[in-house]
């Protein structure tokens, strides 16, 4: 049986942090194994909140090391930026918009909570993010889509444009389904929603921040807001303390409940647990870290201009059978 093809991007809006590990990249390697996978980076999704293009090179170059570090095998997988097939993706994405009413993209909780963060740019682009995601799933007739918590609504919404698309011009493209085995939202250091790479530097653990640099952020971190003195007893858990949800995640078992236990009674200060957190978060981060610091620019490059090639065989062949379904010739 023909493997089911995986699909997954990442925006290169800054460097890959924890909650970008965990959520989208740890699992690659067994994607690659059990799937027909195409990774990306998503450049265009990035220019809804990012114009930027100093940033734009520098993070594309920066995402592929990551997804390399991370142990993405280019002779296995595809890796390719999403721009450099844009002719097949903005083409499907312009008639997908067709499909997806107005009224869904507006009242998706993903764009209320970007427009509310950059109220000086709601454009266009933002508001049809998903049906831009949807193009980069089904340019490639993805099946399945690893997917972070945050991302489960737009694939639902990906589905509804399957199904209004098929619709109307026949079983063209499979209804892709979430991956969610990993639906993990890794918290902001600061308490205040999930740890993303386009927020405050002191918000979130990147995969490449020195050892330093993580004891000091984490110091810094959004404790327990009730316990104000050490000698008061700690409420260790994930609603009582973002240190403890943090913990929850990257910590073992046995000594989250022994941190657990003496925070209960008084018996360890925030600061000796935080510098445990920044413990277990090191010993995630170094060797990553070092692997990522062994890749250079030009490998990269390479490997990203031999992902465009086999990207746009199989981007070319689905936009040539969409066309033709919804009945648009070439003269
Ligand atoms: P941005 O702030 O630019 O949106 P981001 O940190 O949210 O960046 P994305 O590029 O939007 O990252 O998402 C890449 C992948 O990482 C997606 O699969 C998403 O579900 C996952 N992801 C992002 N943030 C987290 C998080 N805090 N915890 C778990 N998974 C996450
Ligand atoms: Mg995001």
Request: glycine residues 6%; aromatic residues 6%.
């Amino acid at each position: 049986m023909a493997k089911q093809i995986v699909t997954s991007g990442i925006r290169p809006t800054g460097q890959l942090h924890l909650g970008n590990f965990y959520g989208a990249m740890q699992n690659i390697q067994r994607l690659q194994d059990n799937y027909h996978a195409y990774f990306f980076i998503v450049d265009l999704h990035s220019l809804t909140t990012h114009p930027n293009a100093e940033h734009l090179r520098r993070h594309v170059i920066g995402v592929a090391k990551d997804y390399l570090a991370a142990g993405l095998d280019p002779n296995v997988s595809t890796l390719y930026a999403q721009s450099s097939i844009a002719e097949d993706i903005c083409e499907l994405h312009t008639y997908l918009s067709m499909v997806m009413p107005l009224g869904e993209l507006l009242r998706c909780p993903t764009f209320k909570e970007k427009a509310k963060k950059h109220p000086d740019n709601v454009n266009y682009g933002l508001v049809g993010y998903p049906v831009l995601m949807a193009a980069d799933v089904l340019i490639h007739k993805g099946t399945v889509v690893p997917v972070g918590e945050d991302q489960v609504v737009h694939l639902e919404m990906a589905r509804t444009i399957v199904r209004r698309f098929n619709q109307l011009y026949g079983n063209v493209f499979p209804e892709p389904q979430p991956l969610l085995e990993n639906a993990v939202r890794i918290p902001s250091l600061s308490g205040q929603g999930k740890m993303s790479k386009s927020d405050a530097d002191d918000t979130y653990i990147s995969m490449q921040e020195a050892t330093d640099a993580i004891h000091s952020k984490v110091k810094k971190a959004f404790s327990d807001p009730e316990r104000v003195y050490k000698n008061q007893p700690g409420h260790p858990t994930v609603k009582g303390c973002n240190v403890y949800h943090l913990h929850s995640f990257f910590t073992k078992e046995d000594q989250i409940s022994s941190l657990a236990e003496q925070c209960r009674q008084a018996a360890i200060g925030c600061v000796d647990c935080k510098k445990h957190l920044a413990g277990s978060l090191t010993s995630i981060v170094e060797p990553f870290r070092e692997r990522r610091n062994q890749i250079t620019d030009d490998d990269v490059i390479e490997v990203l201009q031999a992902g465009r090639i086999k990207a746009k065989a199989s981007s070319e062949k689905v936009i040539a059978e969409v066309r033709d379904a919804m009945g648009l010739r070439m003269f």
